[in-house]
């Protein structure tokens, strides 16, 4: 996410020709969006989205155990 935002307001200063960016290459303001199409192509062949979403998804399925729990008034308590 954080390489789009920078492709794009690479993008955006030289199309306006702020300098330094305007006085830059195509090449190297471009190259953020191929960077992550990259990063992407990475993190979907290794399974590395998949296992973020599925501790995201462990993460929220905890929480809502606990929160249940707490309610029914079954929380363990710590003995000193």
């Known amino acids: 996410m ?5 492709g794009v307001l690479g993008l955006a200063l030289k199309y306006l020709a702020v300098e330094p960016v305007a006085g830059l290459s195509w090449w190297l303001v471009l190259s953020p969006f191929a960077l992550a199409v ?3 192509a990475w993190a979907d062949a ?5 296992r973020k979403e599925i501790e995201k998804m462990d993460g929220r399925k905890q929480k809502r155990i606990d929160r249940q729990r707490a309610a029914m008034g079954l929380t363990s ?4």
């Open 2 to 6: 954080y390489l789009l935002l920078i």
């Open 38 to 40: 990259a990063w992407w």
């Open 46 to 50: 290794s399974g590395y989205t998949k």
């Open 77 to 80: 308590k710590k003995r000193p």
